[in-house]
C-alpha cells in the first residue's frame, strides 16, 4: 500500500524540471507517479515523492502514450 506521502510532490519542482535528455519541460502523470517527456519518449518515475531523472531508469512510452 501506497502511502499518502508518496504521491506528493512540490509543485513548484514540477515547474522547474525538464527532460536531463531533451532540456524540454514535462508533463505530470498523477496517476502513474510520473513525468513524462514527449518528445524524448520517456516517463520518469516519482517514488516516495522523488523525480527519478536519469534517463536509464525511465520507462520508454509506446506511441499511444505519446502526446503529440
Known amino acids: 500500500m501506497t502511502s499518502p506521502l508518496s ?3 512540490d509543485p513548484r519542482l ?3 524540471l ?3 535528455l531533451t532540456k524540454v519541460p ?3 502523470d498523477r496517476d502513474k507517479q510520473e513525468l ?3 518528445q524524448a519518449g520517456l516517463a520518469y ?3 516516495d515523492g522523488i523525480p ?3 534517463v536509464e531508469e525511465a520507462r520508454q512510452l509506446d ?3 505519446i502526446k503529440k
Open 7 to 9: 504521491h506528493q510532490v
Open 14 to 16: 514540477l515547474d522547474i
Open 18 to 20: 525538464v527532460c536531463p
Open 26 to 28: 514535462l508533463r505530470f
Open 36 to 38: 513524462i517527456s514527449d
Open 45 to 47: 518515475p516519482i517514488r
Open 52 to 54: 527519478i531523472m536519469l
Open 63 to 65: 506511441d499511444r502514450e
